[in-house]
Structure formats: C-alpha cells, structure tokens
C-alpha cells in the first residue's frame, strides 16, 4: 500500500495547484461552452480536479480551485452561474476532502467504522443538494406553479428545436408528456448533481492514492454502510415527496439521493461478498456495465442495500 504523504505543501505549489484545478473545472462544468458535445460528458466530473487537489494536497487548496473557478465564470458568464459553481463544486470539495482529512487520519490502519463514516457522509450530502437545488429553484421563482409552467415551455421548445411537432396526425396529444416530464426534471438535476460529487470524489481520492499524496489510508467502498435510521428517512421523505410545491421537489431530491445512496450499499455488498472469488473482476465489471447501459437493475441494487441494512449481509466477510 502507498504509504500517504502528509507534509504540507508549500504556499506557491499550493496556490499553482488551487489556480490549475479551478480553471479545469470551470471548462469542465460546461458552463463556458454550453452546447459542446464533449463537454457535456466531462461535466459529470467537473469537479474532479478540486478533489485532487483536496485529497492530494489540502482541503483548503480544493477551496482556492472552487474560488478561482466561480471567479472566471463570473467573469465570462454572470453571477448565477458563479454561485452555482461555488455551492455544488467547490464547497462541496472543500467540506468533503475537509471532513475525510479529519476522520480517516485518526486511524493508523483500517478503519473499523470508515464505512458507516462514508454513509454519514453521504447522508448529509443527500440532504445539502437537496437544499441548495429547492433553495434556488425558490430563488429562480418563487411561485413553484410558475417555475413548473417555465420548465414545461423550455421541454416543449427543446422538443420543437428537433423538429418534432406536439400533436402529429394520428397520435395522441403529447401535452402529459411534457407535464411528466416538467416534473421530475427538478428532482434528476438534484440527483445528477450528487452523482456527479460522488464519482468525483471517488476518483479523486483514487487518483491521490495512487501518486502517493493521500494524508489518510482510503477508506475501502465495499465497507460503504448508511447509518441506522436511513430507511425509516427515506420512508418519511418518499410520503412527503407526494405533497405539491417546494416542501414536496425538496423531499423527492432527498428520497431519490437516498435511493441512490441505498444503491451504492448494494453494490457494496456485491464487491465485499465477491472477496477472494475467481473471475470476480469479470463479474463486478460485467455488472457495472448493466447498471450503467441499462439502469433497470439499479433497483434491484437499491432492494440490496435495503435488506443489507436490516439483515447486514457482509458480516464475517469484512
């Protein structure tokens, strides 16, 4: 294993490292070449380079690469964008690499408990998205009817910009396809915006290990547990999910983020009851490519991490 470094960089590394990472994730965000193809795919881990330079040097290096990135879009795009960038890409680095910095390197070797640490750190992730996405979406317009109508014009115009018609002679009205599609528009950006951390700071914190930079042992992500608690939370949310306006947009983002975080205990279970299997890179391999071309199965994995969480299906094999 590569033993982490933990001696502090020096301040102009430090300062060449925060600028480098925040240019890279302000091209990568996508908010400075909206529309380019290959952007789009590099946006869903825009803020990778802040969790390597987090991870690799220090949380605060991941906090000057989140101001330097919310600085130039400011400066080629507007505020709001800015503010985007800082609440979803570079607080987030900070507090993450931040949090992981002080728990993980109290430990001398293997965690007993960096799984459940992981899942509470999921936890209040879930539940951040979740307010800044409604908090702006109230900000973007108050009246959630209005915001809904709004959303439904841009699919309706997107949907034209194609050179698709509403109504085609011999079908049906697409009119409820639009207000379905409205609807959860919302709670997919919030759950998007989550995915899009956790990859993140997965790879960062890989990519850290790897060159040796790491100031912690990385946790193992087959260990990933949610605190007790976190089915009866997602029960509350997915009821008051079915309510209308913010209260309702604010607990579907925390039941899907949730779903998702149940998702990843699945996969866990998969990759700790696999231990010491023959083929088992050829059978983790072969199931991530499922999930990720088909998603279908996504639910069977979430079914996973909730029995996992009741009945905890990797005892005696951590």
Same mark, same amino acid.
């Given at each position: ?38 952007? #789009? ?22 906090? =000057? ?15 709001? @964008? ?10 987030? @680095? ?30 209040? =992730? ?53 207000? $379905?599609?409205?609807? #959860? ?15 993140? @700071? ?17 946790? /193992?992500?087959?260990?990933?547990? =949610? ?21 309702? $947009? ?13 998702? $990843? ?9 696999? $231990? ?9 391999? @072969? ?20 029995? /996992?969480?009741?009945? /905890? ?6």
């Amino acid at each position: 294993m590569v033993q982490p470094v933990t001696a502090p960089p020096s301040l102009s590394q430090a300062v060449l490292v925060g600028t480098a990472a925040g240019f890279a994730t302000a091209f990568m965000s996508g908010l400075l070449t909206p529309g380019v193809a290959p952007v #789009i795919f590099l946006s869903l881990i825009a803020p990778l380079p802040l969790f390597i330079a987090g991870f690799g040097w220090h949380p605060l290096v991941a906090a =000057l690469g989140g101001l330097v990135a919310a600085l130039t879009v400011n400066l080629l795009t507007g505020a709001a @964008a800015s503010f985007a960038v800082v609440a979803m890409l570079g607080l987030p @680095a900070f507090a993450i690499t931040f949090i992981s910095e002080r728990q993980f390197s109290r430990y001398d070797g293997r965690p007993a408990r960096d799984g459940i640490d992981l899942g509470r750190q999921m936890i209040t =992730l879930v539940l951040y998205a979740a307010i800044v996405a409604t908090v702006s979406a109230m900000v973007i317009e108050p009246d959630f009817s209005l915001l809904q109508q709004r959303i439904r014009k841009s699919v309706e115009a997107a949907y034209h910009l194609v050179g698709m018609q509403v109504t085609v002679s011999g079908s049906k009205d697409l009119g409820p396809l639009f207000d $379905l599609m409205a609807g #959860i528009m919302l709670p997919l950006s919030g759950l998007l915006a989550m995915v899009t951390i956790v990859v993140s @700071a997965t790879l960062g914190a890989m990519i850290a290990e790897r060159s040796g930079r790491i100031a912690f042992i990385r946790p /193992d992500l087959y260990r990933f547990r =949610l605190p007790g608690g976190a089915l009866i939370l997602i029960g509350i949310a997915f009821i008051v999910g079915m309510r209308e306006g913010y209260v309702g $947009l604010l607990a579907e983002m925390v039941a899907l983020g949730l779903a998702f975080a149940f998702m $990843l205990q699945g996969l866990a279970v998969v990759h700790a009851r696999t $231990l010491g299997m023959e083929g088992r890179t050829l059978i983790l391999a @072969a199931l991530w490519a499922v999930l990720i071309f088909f998603g279908v199965p996504a639910v069977l994995f979430i079914l996973a991490g909730m029995a /996992d969480h009741l009945f /905890d299906f990797r005892r005696g094999r951590l």
